[in-house]
């Protein structure tokens, strides 16, 4: 027996209502996930002033704009990042407490560091790539060397007296002495430091003879002839920076090949719907003009992607750094 038309209209209503009901929840989700009158903890593991600070500041107030509601950038600057990331850990998983984080705090501490508790790749949740920029090499104003090639036999014609300056153990910028150190068989010595504002003072001064810096912190006095930039820490020259060499160009340094990122993370157990959202924003932010612009003229390249992209990619970086973790134990030089 066939159906009248009203029999027809009241199923296709009870239809509509039970599908419209069936999405209420994640609406709802989506709705209340940011109210205005709770901002957002944008969480920086470093003091003010450096290169992650640079990148958080770059990203809050246009990504405030697309959730509708403040992210207040937080600095909780230590050991070398892993105070802040560790805060991001303990957070409840409610979508007020992000952090902007980079290789060192994330994934290379706790392999120089058995007091990092935490685990960066099951204990926060990926939310997306911001980007990468190389370091740089530099020395101070009043030592004496003009390129990398000079530092190198400076440092072999006094070996273990010259020390080249970090932002902390286990950081990227570590790494990368310690890379020079084994590829070159110098002996340059690991001074760490609190964050970026003490380094450049005591580079500037030539109280340290070296420093590894992000390129982003390094440039502007590089830039006012107070820095001598020795190269760039990843295979090619930076388009921000074109006249610096890459370290790799000098044949004692074949192969160097390393880089600061950027990312965004939540606690680990974010719901599903709120870090969809936060990876689809921070995607958008990076599609901004005057993002691009910002990121561009510091060096640092505009990446984005998904959560399981930016899984990969810190498993890939990691496990690329190990070997010369281990090394930088074994010698003694991971101090």
């Not at 070398?80 to 501490?109: C, F, H, M, R, W």
Request: hydrophobic share 45%; net charge positive.
């Amino acid at each position: 027996m066939s159906e009248s038309p009203d029999t027809r209209r009241r199923l296709a209503a009870r239809l509509i209502c039970a599908a419209a009901a069936s999405l209420l929840p994640l609406s709802a989700a989506f709705a209340q996930a940011w109210p205005a009158l709770k901002p957002i903890s944008l969480v920086v593991g470093y003091p003010a002033g450096g290169s992650v600070d640079l990148v958080a500041r770059i990203i809050a107030e246009p990504l405030a704009r697309r959730l509708g509601t403040p992210v207040i950038v937080e600095n909780v600057g230590g050991a070398g990042g892993t105070i802040g990331a560790q805060k991001v850990v303990n957070a409840a998983p409610d979508g007020y407490t992000l952090l902007l984080g980079s290789g060192s705090e994330v994934s290379i501490a706790r392999l120089f560091n058995s007091a990092v508790k935490y685990n960066g790749e099951t204990d926060l949740a990926p939310l997306g790539m911001i980007g990468t920029t190389p370091m740089v090499f530099v020395a101070g104003p009043k030592i004496g060397v003009k390129t990398i090639e000079e530092a190198l036999a400076k440092s072999r014609r006094e070996p273990n007296r010259l020390s080249f300056a970090s932002s902390g153990v286990g950081t990227p910028l570590h790494v990368s002495g310690e890379l020079i150190n084994l590829l070159s068989g110098t002996t340059f010595r690991h001074v760490p430091y609190r964050g970026a504002a003490q380094m450049v003072q005591d580079v500037l001064g030539s109280n340290i003879e070296f420093g590894v810096f992000v390129l982003s912190s390094a440039l502007p006095h590089i830039e006012a002839g107070k820095m001598v930039a020795l190269g760039v820490t990843t295979p090619a020259r930076n388009r921000a920076a074109p006249d610096i060499p890459a370290l790799g160009e000098n044949p004692r340094l074949k192969g160097y090949d390393m880089n600061v990122w950027f990312a965004l993370f939540a606690p680990a157990k974010l719901p599903a719907p709120m870090a969809a959202r936060l990876n689809r924003e921070l995607n958008e932010v990076l599609r901004d003009k005057e993002v691009w612009q910002k990121l561009q003229k510091a060096g640092i390249s505009n990446e984005g992607g998904t959560p399981q992209a930016l899984t990969a990619f810190i498993k890939g970086e990691t496990q690329r750094v190990r070997s010369v973790v281990n090394k930088a134990v074994a010698t003694g030089s991971a101090s």
